[in-house]
């Protein structure tokens, strides 16, 4: 028979770590006496980050008696007391390897059931001083278990705990914990994990995913960046240019072949471009590509900025001839194959990947309701007018909607005067099960994102993405520049999104922290190998990782938690 040994509770506060400040209640504490459980929460207790933590399907998180001294033995600890691990309830028995999902459990007055293993988060580490204990818990098969509260109730410490259902598949926390972290992921198990029906939504969409993925993928469940197929060839590539060709009154393009052929890509996907002005500068820019995949060229089109280095040296310096160091196309902001309405969504130079994509349509004689939705400042501003209406033309179910913010006063052949907002495809009649395809400047990209919701949206952002840094306290953006005291002597760094490129210092243990030194925009959670949230396109050179991942990054792919360079390297960050 199982027992509640321990009731523990906290709630968040600030915490100092490696000098940032974290907002976490991962400090639980025992209380004595009865206490209430109930639908999302046990009284006095909370979670500092509601996205990674709490809510009904993780309002109770369970660890074990054995587990802490299995944990004393192999960490050669003496002061592990309940609530260390952050647990609200510490039990004797319930082992990982033996509880599944799905079943459920009388403890004093309370019903729970058994939702998903315990999320790999770095905060763990953090109360136990041990950076890879999410890690740690995962390849020792023994992360500890959430549960959603059925029925309400009293608990206390002493409490017997007793089985009541049996979850169907009988899969265990151990188990399900393994399918979507170690490598392997049969697919009989995940199709056997994927009929729980108590197994939480979030965990259903991460085995959904690497359910659909082709043999050879990454880890799909945990990072879509592992989706993407693995460059045409490694590094960077010198490619010839052919043609220069101005779009507008500030945007050129740049049209480049390779000897061998110009290799398969997906409309929407990117090159990244390495210039080399003179000497001792390199400048690293990613740009989308613009024409039809599978003709005879690569294009990018690029907008000349003030201030813009790339911008300014493509316009001025290049001609047809030279040759330019381009990475094979990458991305996974890819158009879908569905037969769903479609809106293609874009202003000024975010064109660029839909414009790929209404190539591809027209070139397969699409019949899907496609929606053509541009803003530019004005005519002498809008590029690829004409080559997008004569798309446009060959699709027999196309509307168009341009915006002009500022028309000029002879300009002509536009929709509407003013900025887009996420209320025009409303006024479209476009229908919400259409799928948005979505870019432009990082203003106009955040408003509608932010109207537009999650549904059916892809975007794609040219610059450094949005940040995930889970329980940090915000801070004012800062931009992205050298680390602080003197320059290493490592190798090059170029943080591609970001248009910074810096020796590597070995006073950093990761690409992770060295980029967070450079106020680089990161995304990460487990700090440790485990969950995948920094996995990133590794467009160029080579890197060690050490520790090893619990499973390695796709192709072509980087996990910067735990790498760090042994040459010159480009990361899509």
Request: charged content about 20%; glycine content about 10%; hydrophobic content about 40%.
């Amino acid at each position: 028979m199982a027992t509640l040994v321990s009731v523990n509770v906290g709630l968040p506060a600030d915490v100092d770590w490696n000098g940032r400040t974290v907002h976490t209640a991962v400090y639980k504490t025992p209380v004595v006496g009865p206490q209430m459980v109930r639908r999302l929460n046990i009284d006095g207790d909370g979670q500092g980050d509601l996205g990674g933590h709490g809510g009904e399907q993780r309002a109770v998180l369970v660890y074990q008696l054995q587990s802490y001294e299995y944990w004393a033995r192999v960490l050669g600890r003496d002061d592990l007391q309940p609530g260390h691990f952050g647990e609200n309830f510490t039990v004797d028995g319930l082992p990982d390897h033996e509880v599944c999902i799905g079943d459920r459990y009388r403890v004093g007055e309370v019903v729970l059931e058994v939702t998903q293993p315990r999320v790999t988060c770095y905060r763990v580490g953090l109360r136990l001083g041990e950076p890879q204990m999410p890690a740690l818990l995962v390849s020792h098969r023994r992360p500890g278990f959430y549960c959603r509260v059925i029925e309400e109730g009293s608990v206390q410490a002493g409490d017997e705990i007793t089985r009541i259902v049996t979850g169907p598949e009988q899969i265990s926390v151990a188990d399900i914990d393994a399918l979507l972290y170690l490598p392997g992921h049969p697919r009989d198990d995940l199709a056997r994990a994927l009929r729980i029906p108590a197994l939480s939504p979030g965990w259903q969409e991460s085995l959904r995913a690497l359910a659909a993925a082709g043999d050879g993928s990454g880890n799909v469940g945990l990072n879509s960046a592992a989706a993407a197929t693995p460059p045409a060839w490694p590094g960077f590539l010198a490619l010839p240019v052919t043609t220069l060709h101005r779009e507008s009154r500030d945007v050129l393009s740049v049209t480049l072949r390779s000897p061998g052929g110009v290799p398969p890509w997906l409309p929407g996907q990117s090159v990244t471009v390495r210039l080399r002005p003179d000497d001792t500068t390199t400048i690293v820019r990613s740009y989308s590509l613009s024409n039809l995949p599978g003709s005879d060229g690569l294009r990018i089109s690029v907008k000349r900025e003030p201030h813009g280095r790339a911008g300014d040296y493509l316009h001025s310096r290049v001609q047809v001839g030279d040759t330019l160091d381009v990475a094979a196309p990458r991305g996974v902001f890819v158009l879908g194959d569905a037969d769903s309405p479609i809106v293609l969504l874009s202003a000024g130079i975010g064109v660029t990947p839909v414009l790929a994509m209404l190539h591809a349509l027209a070139d397969q004689g699409s019949t899907r309701e496609i929606w053509w939705v541009h803003g530019a400042r004005n005519r002498a501003e809008h590029s690829f007018a004409e080559e997008a209406q004569c798309l446009l033309n060959r699709l027999p179910h196309s509307h168009r909607h341009v915006a002009y913010s500022d028309p000029g006063a002879g300009d002509s052949d536009f929709d509407a005067t003013g900025r887009l907002s996420a209320q025009i495809l409303t006024e479209l009649g476009v229908p919400t099960s259409a799928d948005i395809y979505l870019c432009g400047p990082d203003r106009f990209m955040a408003e509608m994102t932010a109207g537009l919701g999650p549904a059916h949206l892809h975007a794609e952002t040219f610059g450094a993405g949005p940040a995930i840094t889970p329980g940090l306290a915000a801070s004012a953006p800062v931009a992205p520049h050298a680390p602080s005291g003197p320059a290493g002597a490592g190798p090059g760094v170029s943080f591609a999104r970001s248009s910074l490129t810096v020796p590597w210092d070995d006073r950093f243990d990761s690409l992770l922290e060295f980029a967070e030194a450079c106020d680089v925009p990161t995304r990460w959670s487990c700090r440790s190998g485990v969950c995948h949230t920094c996995e990133t396109v590794l467009l160029a050179g080579q890197v060690r990782h050490d520790p090893e991942p619990l499973e390695p990054p796709a192709p072509g792919n980087v996990l910067p938690c735990c790498a760090r360079p042994t040459a010159d390297v480009v990361i899509d960050l």
